[in-house]
């Protein structure tokens, strides 16, 4: 987590009253090894996207976060403030080489599932009457195409990301 202290008057480093240390960054892996449910964001490139998908993780009780390469960093002032801090509280990590890493996912038993508008893909009320699997990771992506066929292909269940779907959730 973030250490912070009181500032440091001597070294006048920082114009506010506090100083926040950034931990040295987690491995994926050790991130994943401490959740039971994941969120990969697959490269979002907007600030807003970004730090809502923290502030939502952390409402629907989601464990961490793993960011693909060219994700925008979620420390950028405007992914946090959209957070509302969820970004300095919830775990998360850069996922590299990706897409290879939903393989080591696979090995490590964890179900992937990524939301696609393309077909083919299963309903929402299919995938949930199914019930979860005990480790579940969702993949998501910018709007429109959502996830490359390259992310998709990688033993994942392809969730129907269209509005219809979503619109019937109970």
Same mark, same amino acid.
């Given at each position: 987590?973030?250490?912070? &202290?009181?500032?440091?008057?001597?070294?006048?480093?920082?114009?506010? !009253?506090?100083?926040?240390? /950034?931990?040295?960054?987690?491995?994926?892996?050790?991130?994943?090894?401490?959740?039971?449910?994941? %969120?990969?964001?697959? =490269?979002?490139?907007? @600030?807003?996207? $970004? =730090?809502?998908?923290? &502030?939502?993780?952390?409402?629907?009780?989601? !464990?961490?976060? %793993?960011?693909? *390469?060219?994700?925008?960093?979620?420390?950028?002032?405007?992914?946090? /403030?959209?957070?509302?801090?969820?970004?300095?509280?919830?775990?998360? @990590?850069?996922?590299?080489?990706?897409?290879?890493?939903?393989?080591?996912?696979? /090995?490590?038993?964890?179900?992937?599932?990524?939301?696609?508008?393309?077909?083919?893909?299963? *309903?929402?009320?299919?995938?949930? +009457?199914?019930?979860?699997?005990?480790? $579940?990771?969702?993949?998501? +992506?910018?709007?429109? @195409?959502?996830? +490359?066929?390259?992310?998709?292909?990688?033993?994942?269940? /392809?969730?129907?990301?269209?509005? $219809?779907?979503? +619109? &019937?959730?109970?």
């Amino acid at each position: 987590a973030y250490e912070i &202290r009181p500032r440091d008057w001597s070294s006048d480093v920082c114009s506010s !009253d506090l100083l926040v240390r /950034r931990p040295s960054p987690l491995s994926w892996e050790a991130v994943a090894a401490r959740a039971t449910r994941l %969120l990969v964001l697959d =490269g979002l490139t907007d @600030a807003d996207n $970004v =730090g809502s998908a923290f &502030r939502n993780a952390a409402a629907f009780g989601v !464990d961490a976060l %793993l960011l693909t *390469p060219g994700t925008c960093d979620p420390l950028y002032r405007k992914a946090v /403030r959209t957070s509302m801090g969820h970004v300095l509280r919830l775990p998360w @990590a850069t996922v590299t080489p990706w897409p290879d890493a939903l393989d080591a996912l696979h /090995r490590a038993g964890w179900q992937t599932v990524v939301l696609t508008p393309r077909q083919p893909s299963v *309903p929402l009320e299919t995938w949930v +009457s199914h019930g979860l699997a005990p480790r $579940v990771a969702l993949v998501v +992506s910018t709007e429109g @195409a959502g996830v +490359s066929d390259a992310v998709a292909d990688r033993k994942s269940t /392809r969730l129907n990301s269209s509005h $219809v779907a979503l +619109s &019937r959730m109970p």
